[in-house]
């Protein structure tokens, strides 16, 4: 945990957000913004990232199949 820490303090982000292509971009994309370093960089509230979440997780429209 304590190395985890210091590379997110330094502005590395984890390994796992770069590399396993089975994790959606989308994902990794929230997750580094949860994770930036400046704070006007993350998602201003809690509400905001549920919302990202929430179309993260919506099933694709009927039309686009």
Do not use: M, V
């Not at 210091?6 to 959606?24: A, F, H, N, V, Y």
């Not at 809690?46 to 993260?56: D, I, M, P, R, V």
């Amino acid at each position: 945990f304590y190395e985890l820490r210091q590379r997110i303090l330094s502005g590395e982000c984890p390994t796992w957000i770069d590399g396993p292509e089975k994790i959606p971009p989308s994902l990794k994309d929230i997750t580094k913004k949860c994770l930036a370093k400046r704070s006007e960089d993350r998602f201003p509230s809690a509400g905001e990232l549920s919302q990202a979440l929430k179309h993260l997780l919506k099933p694709p429209c009927a039309e686009n199949r």
